[in-house]
């Protein structure tokens, strides 16, 4: 069965610094891989994914995450914090060889930016 | 495009009475999905439909939930009769292009909490 990991509840960063938002992921073959935001009282928001191809994936709002294989995770980073981006975040795992496959949502991780 | 809309957005009713769900899913999109959002549980599939057909409902949780879909505009989900630990946010998310790997786009929510 597939699974998605997010470790930490919450992160918190001060504004102006570097984030990272942890994901790791189990899946049977190849993953496609998700990253949404949900702001409060908001549904989720794809932010990007992986697919294949680089694994540097960058997506809405100066995000990016960064896919390795070998570890089996799929970070979610911003080079600069923002007070706006303090939010939920979801990291989602699907497997890639066919057929019907339900996207697995991890628990999610509270980012707070610090102003 | 008003993106996916879901109505009611709070609802509260008491326990055993039926309560309903409705969503409209963005304009062209084949995929629909009904989540379910607690803070013990997180985000869980409850069903998916592919061109208005069930596909997978194993996490619907019991007999007193069912989800219907008539047409490509309009799903429904309902709960009968509703009990408190129904409570919880639930979710519609719809996905076009007929990719797996495309992205879920999700309506606000609705807020039910049942008494």
């Known amino acids: 069965a597939q699974s998605v990991a997010q470790p930490e509840d919450q992160v918190n960063v001060a504004e102006g610094n570097p984030l990272t938002v942890k994901c790791t992921y189990s899946v049977s073959g190849n993953p496609y891989l998700f990253w949404y935001v949900q702001y409060p009282n908001r549904g989720l928001q794809f932010l990007l994914k992986y697919i294949t191809g680089d694994n540097l994936v960058k997506g809405s709002y100066g995000f990016e995450a960064e896919f390795n294989k070998s570890q089996t995770s799929f970070h979610l980073k911003k080079p600069s914090a923002l007070v706006s981006d303090s939010a939920l975040y979801f990291c989602a795992v699907r497997g890639n060889s066919g057929g019907y496959q339900k996207v697995t949502f991890g628990t999610g991780t509270k980012l707070q930016v610090i102003p | 495009d008003a993106g996916v809309i879901q109505s009611p957005r709070h609802e509260v009713t008491e326990m055993g009475q039926e309560v309903t769900l409705r969503c409209k899913p963005i304009s062209g999109h084949n995929s629909l999905f009904w989540y379910r959002q607690t803070m013990m549980r997180g985000l869980e599939l409850l069903i998916y439909?592919?061109?208005?057909?069930?596909?997978?409902d194993s996490g619907m949780p019991e007999d007193r939930f069912s989800a219907k879909m008539p047409n490509a505009s309009f799903s429904t989900l309902k709960i009968q009769p509703s009990e408190p630990r129904d409570s919880a946010v639930y979710f519609c998310?719809?996905?076009?292009?007929?990719?797996?790997?495309?992205?879920?786009?999700f309506g606000p929510g609705t807020r039910l909490t049942v008494l």
């Open positions: 439909f592919n061109n208005n057909v069930p596909i997978d």
């Open positions: 998310a719809s996905r076009g292009g007929g990719l797996s790997y495309n992205e879920q786009f």
